[in-house]
C-alpha cells in the first residue's frame, strides 16, 4: 500500500524491461533535483577513483543516465537502444581488443548482471593493468535490509547461495544483495576466483538521500534544496556507515 501510495505517476505500471522506461527514467532523474544531486555526487566519486593515462572508459547501463558530462570521450553503453548512448552491447561479451580499457563504470547495474563472472572474466581480458572498475551498488547493512525489504520494487536477497540470478528481463532480473554478497559475504571466493582483481575499496554510504530523493520509482520526500543539508548529516554519523548505508562506492584494480 505505501510503495503504491508513493509511487512516481510517470512510472507506475509501465514494464520495467521495456526500453522506454529507460529512457523515461533519465528524465526522472534529470528533472527531480534531489535525485539529480545524488546522481552529481556519484558521478564525481566514480571520476576520482579513474587512473590516468591512456585507455576508453566504458559506462554499462547507461541508458537512464548522465555520465558523460564527468567523463570525457565516455562510451556509454546498453543492452538495449536509446537515444543518449554509443553502444548496444552485454557485459558479458564485450567487443573490445585485449587490455584497451582503462576503466568500466557503472551505477547500479552489477546486480542486474545474470552472469556475473562472465563479467569479471570480460574486464579480466579488456581492462589494462592499473585499470579499474567503479561501481554504485546497493550494500547490505541492518537499515538497508529494512528499506529494501519494504520500499523496493527490486528482489533483495542477502542469503541467496549463488551469484547467478534467474532467467528474466534485462532489468527485472536482479538481486540488490548481489554486490555485498560477492565482494562481503563471498569476498575469499571472489579474492580466489579473480587474482587479478584487487578489492581497492569498499566505502558505504548515503543511508536517507537516495531513499528520500525517490529514485526512478517513488515520489521525492524531500525538496532539491534541502540536498546539502542532508548530506551533512550523513557525513555527521558516517561512523555508523555499515550499519546504516544503503549503498556502497566500489572500486576494484586490475593487477598482475
Not at 559506462?59 to 564527468?70: I, N, W, Y
Not at 563504470?105 to 579480466?124: D, G, I, K
Request: net charge positive; with cysteine; charged share 20%.
Amino acid at each position: 500500500m505505501l510503495k503504491s501510495l508513493l509511487a512516481h505517476p510517470l512510472t507506475r505500471n509501465l514494464d520495467i524491461d521495456d526500453p522506454r522506461t529507460t529512457h523515461l527514467r533519465r528524465k526522472i532523474i534529470q528533472e527531480k533535483s534531489f535525485l539529480h544531486q545524488v546522481y552529481q555526487e556519484w558521478y564525481r566519486a566514480i571520476v576520482i577513483a579513474l587512473p590516468p593515462g591512456e585507455g576508453a572508459v566504458l559506462e554499462l547501463g547507461a541508458g537512464g543516465g548522465f555520465m558523460s558530462d564527468f567523463v570525457p570521450k565516455l562510451i556509454t553503453s546498453e543492452l538495449f537502444y536509446c537515444p543518449n548512448i554509443r553502444a548496444v552491447l552485454d557485459g558479458s561479451c564485450l567487443p573490445f581488443v585485449a587490455k584497451s580499457l582503462r576503466a568500466i563504470v557503472m551505477t547500479n547495474v552489477l546486480h542486474h548482471l545474470p552472469r556475473v563472472r562472465l563479467f569479471f572474466s570480460e574486464a579480466t581480458r579488456c581492462v589494462r593493468s592499473g585499470g579499474v572498475v567503479v561501481m554504485i551498488e546497493p550494500w547490505v547493512t541492518p537499515w538497508s535490509r529494512f528499506v529494501y525489504t519494504r520500499l523496493h520494487h527490486e528482489p533483495f536477497h542477502p542469503e541467496a547461495p549463488s551469484w547467478e540470478l534467474p532467467t528474466s528481463g534485462p532489468l527485472s532480473g536482479a538481486n540488490n544483495a548481489l554486490p555485498w554478497i560477492i565482494l562481503s559475504r563471498d569476498r575469499v571466493k571472489f579474492e580466489q576466483e579473480w587474482p587479478h582483481w584487487r578489492i581497492e575499496m569498499i566505502e558505504p554510504i548515503m543511508p536517507f538521500s537516495y531513499l528520500l530523493s525517490g529514485g526512478v520509482s517513488l515520489r521525492a520526500l524531500m525538496p532539491g534544496s534541502s540536498f546539502g543539508l542532508w548530506r551533512q548529516l550523513e557525513n555527521v554519523i558516517g561512523r555508523w556507515a555499515n550499519q546504516l548505508a544503503m549503498f556502497a562506492k566500489i572500486v576494484l584494480r586490475r593487477v598482475d
